[in-house]
């Protein structure tokens, strides 16, 4: 099956630092989400990225679909970003989008 | 708009029992997934309900079974519980269409001892 590797797994980063997020998917998919998953456990959804770009206030992300990889931006972090980020992915088969999520990027902003 | 609801928000069983949780999918969407995540690990899909019918399933036994019923909510069976079972069991819909944005409940926590 598909490969979703995420990185780096952690880190830790001052308040108002800017952070780079990374997503390298072994195969081609039909689409990609990033998800921040907060520490009672919700996922929220960042952004739907098949390819391109988009913004969201602070937060950025690029997928570049022929290269398998996406990048997710967050710019002036503060303590409330803290928590996992996961990109998941989507291989469409037979109508069945299931969800292949990524290892995961823990981040910490310390105030 | 309702966003995806799950109940129990907490539960905690005896190995060997029988569990079932409840999942409402967002308003107008007709597609629910269920996930399970174990701790410190990424999301595993469980299977997925189109129209009241299974429409995929991920590498988990049959002890896990599920429905879908008419208003489109959703209901996660899983018999003869094991202590690796001990998760969050996470609830995605997603509107017909639209079907690649999977929108995520809050889970249900259960611990098996």
């Known amino acids: 099956g598909i490969q979703v590797e995420q990185s780096p797994p952690d880190l830790i980063l001052q308040e108002g630092a800017n952070s780079t997020l990374r997503c390298n998917f072994s195969d081609s998919v039909n689409n990609l989400q990033w998800f921040h998953q907060n520490p009672w456990g919700q996922l929220i959804n960042l952004f739907y990225?098949?390819?391109g770009t988009k913004q969201n206030g602070r937060l950025s992300a690029t997928t570049v679909a022929t290269e398998r990889y996406s990048l997710l931006y967050i710019s002036s972090s503060q303590t409330t970003d803290s928590g996992v980020y996961f990109c998941a992915v989507v291989i469409s088969n037979f109508g069945n989008e299931k969800l292949t999520f990524g290892t995961g990027t823990r981040l910490t902003i310390i105030p | 708009e309702t966003g995806v609801t799950q109940s129990p928000t907490h539960l905690i069983k005896t190995r060997g029992q029988q569990v079932t949780l409840r999942c409402s999918s967002q308003s107008g969407h007709n597609t629910v997934s269920w996930y399970q995540q174990a701790l410190g690990q990424g999301p595993q899909f469980i299977f997925q309900?189109?129209?009241?019918?299974?429409?995929g399933r991920g590498n988990f036994p049959p002890r896990f079974s599920g429905l879908q019923f008419p208003n489109y909510s959703s209901e996660l069976n899983v018999n003869a519980l094991e202590l690796d079972d001990s998760a969050l069991y996470l609830c995605?819909?997603?509107?017909?269409?639209?079907?690649?944005?999977?929108?995520f409940g809050p889970g249900t926590r259960l611990t098996v001892t």
């Open positions: 309900y189109y129209r009241e019918e299974e429409n």
């Open positions: 995605a819909s997603s509107l017909e269409g639209h079907t690649y944005e999977q929108y």
């Open positions: 990225i098949p390819s």
